[in-house]
């Protein structure tokens, strides 16, 4: 049987739903791997990072079971779901993409602002104190603030990550937007061909 088949579509479809599956539980297994060696103490980030995982994980199932039993009701929701997880992840990804410097510290002062906890791991890893302004009053969790040694204020460290971080969060969301595109194309092909294994007469 040609590639384009019932059983090659099938076959490839099933594939890319056990790779989602591998990432979900991969993204699952990062945030919890965080929380339990305390590299990330924020419940929120990690409870975002999980949610997705989970999200992903469920949706991946969906597509499963759609790809292993031609169902087409299954099939149809996996891809509508789809399809507005790609506009979604691939707008967001040109976004990250697209952001200069000044945005990027509008955006790293937002999420600082934002979380106490989130200060606290900034300050504690990176072994800085406050954002724009070095504020050693304050309860900084960074060690140079116990010691003799300078402190630096966080924007200037966080920037020098983020241009990176958002080009590599960009481009692996842009990878895997094109992965839902070939998920959407390969579920509607699937959905309008007939399983040769049953009735001839009947299109399922």
């Not at 039993?69 to 149809?76: G, I, M, Y």
Request: glycine share 8%; net charge positive.
């Amino acid at each position: 049987m040609v590639c384009g088949g019932f059983i090659c579509t099938k076959n490839a479809l099933s594939a890319l739903n056990v790779v989602y599956v591998m990432v979900s539980l991969l993204l699952i297994g990062v945030a919890a791997w965080g929380k339990w060696f305390g590299l990330v103490s924020s419940i929120s980030v990690v409870a975002g990072v999980i949610g997705v995982g989970v999200f992903l994980l469920v949706v991946a199932f969906v597509g499963l079971c759609g790809a292993l039993k031609h169902q087409q009701v299954l099939l149809f929701f996996y891809m509508m779901i789809l399809f507005l997880v790609f506009v979604l992840q691939f707008s967001i990804s040109c976004a990250c993409l697209a952001l200069n410097s000044d945005q990027q510290n509008q955006l790293l002062e937002v999420g600082w602002n934002k979380s106490e906890t989130t200060q606290k791991d900034v300050e504690k890893t990176l072994n800085c104190c406050g954002f724009s302004a070095v504020n050693l009053n304050s309860s900084c969790a960074a060690k140079c603030s116990t010691s003799h040694e300078t402190c630096s204020p966080c924007s200037s460290i966080l920037q020098s990550y983020a241009g990176e971080v958002l080009r590599f969060v960009g481009g692996i969301g842009l990878f895997f937007s094109f992965t839902e595109v070939l998920g959407v194309w390969l579920t509607h092909k699937y959905r309008n061909l007939k399983d040769p294994r049953a009735n001839p007469g009947a299109f399922l």
